[in-house]
């Protein structure tokens, strides 16, 4: 038996490079590029799917794929720096294709007989819904309220020459309660998607699971990303990219230098279209391919937190398998009701409502979220706290928790004199 014994880890031990460990900085440069190539996918496919829907033509999908990779970078770079401080990639999110998809049905838009002059009112009506909703974000991460709320769970493209996105490029956003409580559902939706990431993010950068103070951070600023988001005109809402963290694992190099600089990749790309257009041709097959291992090594990571808990407890497994088990199942069924009926199971007159939660649940991170944390604060809560888990999470619930955080998520340039961790 002792041959076969595997004890609980906190950090993985194959790994290369961590957080702040740099490779030579070849190697540092071709990682940052394929980090940058690998978000591509998702920066190509949503304004591919979207801007047509919204009456745009090739040339304004273009320049929305450009804003969309400008944000990006700057987003990457903020929250390397100042968030959470994980090498983690800000990027489009398909979220919020549902809240998008109801404003681009609405009535009044629909109405409008030129097709571009249809895009840019969508673009401004989409504009306006993420800054109104974007305000959750950071509302919630400044004030820490994610961070208590985070323990209670354990193609071919046509570009021109040089584009540099700017704020309010498709001209002032405009603004509607309806639109505004749809994208709402998308930014609970990413917070949640998002949270999954960054600690994904630390194990495979063999740093500590970050700590309330850090999650609500990084948060905060994630929030302040969707804003920048509805100012310049991406056509979509940012979190973090999966598949950019399944990477890590995939390179076996953690380090923050690494994303610092593929965001670098990204602000200079956006500007010049004829040279970013020759990398986005890449055929999405491609992609797909790719995200079938990234995406099934950050599952894995997710579920070697499990390691920490009673496994051999018949409460857990319970927990376990239904959590997986309805967080694939309803998704699916929510994904295919609106490919087949091309809109969701919510189908009432409230356009906003159904938007709101046909969003919700056919998100499989936040179905799995809502299910697990009902059945562990439900089932047998006192007799099973180490079964839970509970003490080995005690450690890492605050700052100081921990003497390692201070070395991982540190805010640079000595800004931690002005901004204490509380």
Not at 245 to 256: N, Q
Not at 395 to 420: A, H, I, S
């Amino acid at each position: 038996m002792a041959d076969i014994t595997h004890p609980p880890m906190e950090q993985l031990q194959d790994l290369e490079y961590c957080i702040d460990s740099n490779p030579p900085w070849v190697e540092t440069i071709l990682l940052a590029f394929q980090n940058y190539i690998l978000m591509l996918g998702t920066s190509v496919m949503i304004p591919s799917m979207l801007v047509p829907a919204m009456g745009g033509s090739s040339g304004d999908k273009a320049q929305v794929i450009q804003t969309l990779l400008f944000v990006a970078g700057i987003n990457t770079l903020l929250q390397a720096l100042f968030g959470t401080r994980l090498p983690a990639v800000v990027g489009g999110s398909f979220a919020y294709v549902i809240p998008i998809a109801y404003i681009i049905s609405d009535s009044s838009l629909q109405r409008i007989n030129d097709p571009h002059e249809r895009f840019l009112q969508t673009m401004r009506a989409i504009q306006g819904a993420l800054i109104v909703a974007s305000s959750i974000q950071i509302v919630l991460g400044y004030s820490q309220i994610w961070g208590l709320f985070s323990r209670v769970h354990s193609t071919r493209i046509s570009c021109g020459r040089f584009m540099l996105p700017y704020p309010l490029q498709w001209g002032p956003p405009t603004f509607s309660a309806g639109h505004s409580f749809a994208m709402m559902s998308a930014v609970i939706v990413s917070m949640v998607e998002s949270t999954g990431a960054y600690k994904a993010a630390s194990r495979l950068a063999i740093a500590t699971p970050p700590p309330a103070y850090v999650l609500s951070r990084g948060i905060g600023w994630q929030g302040i990303g969707i804003l920048l988001d509805g100012l310049y005109g991406t056509g979509t809402g940012s979190t973090v990219s999966v598949e950019n963290v399944g990477l890590l694992g995939l390179t076996r190099v953690g380090s923050r230098r690494v994303v610092q600089i593929s965001a670098g990749f990204m602000i200079f790309f956006s500007t010049l279209g004829k040279f970013g257009a020759v990398f986005a041709s890449i055929p999405f097959p491609i992609f797909a391919a790719i995200y079938c291992v990234v995406f099934g090594l950050v599952a894995a990571v997710g579920i070697s937190f499990l390691q920490f808990t009673n496994m051999n407890s018949m409460r857990n497994l319970i927990i376990t398998g239904l959590t997986l088990f309805l967080g694939i199942s309803v998704p699916h069924f929510f994904n295919q009701y609106w490919t087949s009926s091309h809109h969701g199971p919510v189908h009432t007159n409230a356009g906003w409502f159904n938007a709101f939660l046909n969003t919700i649940f056919s998100s499989p991170a936040t179905v799995g979220l809502i299910v697990a944390v009902f059945l562990d604060n439900t089932l047998e809560v006192e007799r099973s706290k180490k079964d839970r888990g509970m003490p080995w999470w005690v450690k890492f619930r605050t700052f100081r928790g921990d003497n390692r955080n201070e070395e991982f998520y540190t805010l640079p340039f000595n800004l931690n004199r002005f901004f204490p961790p509380t």
